[in-house]
């Protein structure tokens, strides 16, 4: 079965075992299903829906079976979340901002060191800016052409020269 990226899950919320998690398009969010797929160790393993809140347009909360505390849910942050394919060839997509393809991609720096996991884009300004989270540390980097080197879609890697200083 041929899967589609669909988003990414983030933090748990609440202490129920409920995840948050981040769809690459609205569209993704509002469609109707039982299950999700999410990956782990590069494996998809099905994961069936209990219960489903939106927080915005793009994220909701999940409660998934099976996962019934703030410590299971933990285990699940920071994955790539899938469907079958056949389900969401056919959704609608409204005009996406090209940045929200890196969703999910990982950043490494010019000396080779990963700086975290790209999980939003804010177009809130007129520079738009990559989220980029490690652990609980959390990078705001311009999303600019100027500064990606290389973009690896097999490995969901951005490669970025990145100017020195930018984080002091």
Do not use: C
Request: aromatic letters at 12%; proline letters at 4%.
């Amino acid at each position: 079965m041929k899967l589609t990226q669909i988003g990414r899950t983030q933090k748990p919320h609440g202490i129920k075992g409920e995840i948050n998690v981040s769809f690459l398009i609205a569209e993704y969010a509002e469609m109707d299903t039982d299950f999700y797929f999410l990956e782990i160790e590069g494996i998809p393993v099905p994961f069936f829906v209990e219960d489903f809140s939106f927080s915005t347009d793009t994220t909701a909360r999940i409660k998934f079976a099976d996962v019934d505390d703030e410590k299971i849910a933990s285990r699940y942050k920071n994955l790539s979340v899938f469907l079958p394919s056949e389900m969401v060839e056919n959704v609608q997509v409204a005009d996406v901002s090209p940045w929200e393809f890196y969703i999910g991609y990982s950043v490494i720096d010019q000396s080779g060191n990963e700086l975290g996991v790209i999980t939003e884009v804010d177009e809130a300004t007129i520079n738009v800016l990559f989220l980029v989270e490690k652990g609980e540390e959390k990078l705001l980097i311009p999303a600019t052409e100027d500064f990606i080197v290389a973009v690896d879609e097999i490995n969901r890697r951005v490669e970025m020269n990145l100017p020195e200083g930018l984080f002091d």
